[in-house]
């Protein structure tokens, strides 16, 4: 069994035009997503980039080879960039699976938390998404 890369490298044009969104397009595998600003097309860009290459993954499709930079053929208003993704968090996060983790609280919290009716797994991990930062 051939053993996938923990990080893939591939190569994003982002076109930019007046009072739009900034297009992001891998040429490799034909597909695209955008994003308001920079940072929000480079975010875009990675997470799609993770989506793609875990769903090609999957289903024990080829990985394409990526173009070079340099070959890349561009329009005034477009740049390419060089998109990382470091795939051990894609495949984790496309695992749902719970697993159990032992927390220690002061009995008085415990308390007043049972006496709320409050689920520990579920205020554990709204609080553990909030810390950090995951919208979901």
Known sequence: M?????????PAVFTYENDREIAVEFPNLDV?????????ALLSARELLGITLFGLEEDGEDIPTPAKLSALSLAPN???ALID???PAVR???VNKAVTRTVTIPAWLNAAALAQGFNFSQ?????????LGIEA
């Open 92 to 94: 984790l996060a496309g």
């Open 78 to 80: 477009q740049r390419a």
């Open 123 to 131: 205020v554990l991990q709204e609080a553990l998404k909030e810390r």
């Open 85 to 87: 993704v470091y795939m």
């Open 32 to 40: 695209a997503t955008c994003g308001k600003d920079d940072a929000d």
């Open 2 to 10: 051939r053993k996938n890369p923990d990080r893939y490298f591939f």
